[in-house]
């Protein structure tokens, strides 16, 4: 059963929305260079087509794509290759995008009808803009910028400098009483930011993962709630030392996504906690809901599996 569980977790991660239908996929390598970093395209898909434009990347680059269908059931994704998770879902987060990717490599940019329009072969015209450039930070550290938007709410959220430090910033809009600034301390790199709405109260809620590169440095998670679009409170993530069940062989390199309406964390296991262990060559993968706690919003570990 529990390798059922973690199968289907790392499916969900990492399916595309309409990955059920076996149409017809265009595919169309897009070149950036310095003179021109920007590409536009007109075209359209029917039914179960995608159409895919791919290009290489390099890490802190930004990344800003516009999507205009014809269509209201026409989405595009962004996937890395290689990556067990989608960068960007469309179908989550609306028609535009805009941050810098997480790594090195081939992305890609898939347009896509959801399944009910394409089982009815609707048909789909579509703007579609690309642009790639170069966002050098200039202490050297990698910048990031992405904004997010759901249920009418947005977050833009960036690394920023403030006395010296790196800050992560989160910029709200929409919210009904408080649209103020928040900055954090960042110990590491930011890794990239979701938006969902995981207990399903029809309010956002903002995720920002960070890491240190290397073992024994543990992922972070910063998260915020917007209550009933209002204002923003924190969401509170137990350590993962809270829990022995967990908390075994843990030895960091978190990566985490949002899965549905869970909060998915995954690591590789140690033979134990001591610096000189080695990989058992498991995963564990641990599931969270979020929960109203006695100080606020809590993220509660349903479900661990290993694979």
Known sequence: MKIWIAATLAALISLPVHAADAGAVRVEPIAFTTSADSVQRKQSIKGDQTAEYRFNARTGQMLTVDFKPSNTSAYFNITAKGADYALFNGSIMGNHF?????????????????????RRNEVANYALSLRLATADAADGTKPFEQTLELQGIRFHVSREQADGQAVLRIEPKGLEIDNSAITRPLKGDIVR??????????????????????????????????????????????????????????QGEDSFAVVENALVQRFPVYDSTDAGAGRTGKMRQVQYTLVTGEAGWVLRGDKVAEY
Not at 110 to 116: D, E, G, S, T
Not at 194 to 222: A, C, K, W
Not at 229 to 246: A, F, G, R, T, W
């Open 193 to 250: 930011a979701e938006i969902g709405d995981l207990n399903n109260d029809g309010s956002p809620e903002i995720y920002v993962f960070t890491r240190i590169p290397g073992r024994g440095m543990p992922g972070d998670l910063i998260a915020y709630s917007a209550n009933n679009k209002k204002s923003l409170s924190e969401i509170y993530l137990p350590p993962v030392s809270d829990n022995p069940n967990i908390a075994e062989g843990y």
């Open 98 to 118: 805009s941050g810098t990717l997480p790594s090195d490599g081939e992305y890609t940019v898939q347009v896509y009808l959801m399944r009910n329009a394409a």
